[in-house]
């Protein structure tokens, strides 16, 4: 399988430069994000779900009758309220922070203080340029700053921002912080393996290429505590 992998400890300014000689089309056919937060609007939340739902049910039959479908055929005519209620309540449901999951943490009673591994964290995500699945695997790992964390919240919090319309680098980074946030410590490391459906089934029409994320922070930066994270990550399972 082939691979191209991203860094993502630092944003490179030749980036940035780059990003702004791009027109919106460059941007999309590239996977190109423009910020790590989710480009919001501030009154994004001013609208109820059902007035969401409503509202994005008209517009996706405006949609289908564009394209030219008989929208009173039986096998059609509940799709628009479908498409609707599975974008607001489903997989663009991480957009509204009134979904994320809420982080308890617990004293770390053992005195754990090597990194904890959780992966093969399956996730379904959305390309943001167009709006087709991105899906695969991240593993996600921390050391313990006095605190730890259900290992279910982990897999949630990954979940939660997967749910948006997304680039797999911001994904990335924004699990990577939200993590260090929570856990109150910088080191934290993820890796994300995913394959792209708007580069496989489209475009380039690539069906093997894989994209690969990490973000190393803390003491993960370290080469030797990186390898030890790469090496539980590519163990086989015994079970
Ligand atoms: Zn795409």
Do not use: W
Request: aromatic share 8%.
């Amino acid at each position: 399988m082939k691979q191209k992998e991203i860094m993502l400890n630092t944003l490179r300014k030749e980036d940035t430069a780059l990003l702004s000689e791009l027109n919106a089309d460059e941007i999309g056919n590239e996977h190109i994000g423009t910020s790590i937060e989710t480009p919001m609007k501030k009154n994004a939340f001013d609208m109820s779900n059902d007035e969401k739902i409503k509202k994005i049910e008209f517009h996706f039959k405006e949609i289908m009758e564009t394209l030219g479908l008989d929208l009173t055929d039986d096998s059609l005519k509940g799709t628009p309220n479908r498409v609707a209620k599975m974008y607001v309540n489903e997989i663009f449901s991480g957009l509204d922070p009134a979904n994320k999951p809420i982080a308890k943490l617990f004293d770390n009673k053992y005195q754990y203080n090597q990194m904890l591994v959780e992966k093969d964290i399956t996730f379904y995500s959305n390309c943001e340029h167009h709006f087709v699945p991105i899906f695969g695997k991240a593993h996600v790992a921390y050391i313990s700053n006095g605190k730890v964390i259900g290992l279910s919240k982990l897999n949630r919090i990954v979940q939660y921002f997967a749910k948006r319309p997304q680039v797999q680098e911001r994904l990335t980074i924004q699990i990577a912080k939200e993590l260090q946030t929570v856990l109150k410590t910088e080191d934290v490391a993820i890796l994300i393996d995913a394959k792209h459906l708007c580069v496989s089934s489209r475009g380039v029409e690539d069906a093997n290429s894989a994209t690969v994320t990490s973000f190393y922070g803390g003491k993960f930066a370290n080469e030797t505590t990186k390898q030890e994270f790469l090496k539980y990550v590519e163990m086989k399972t015994q079970y």
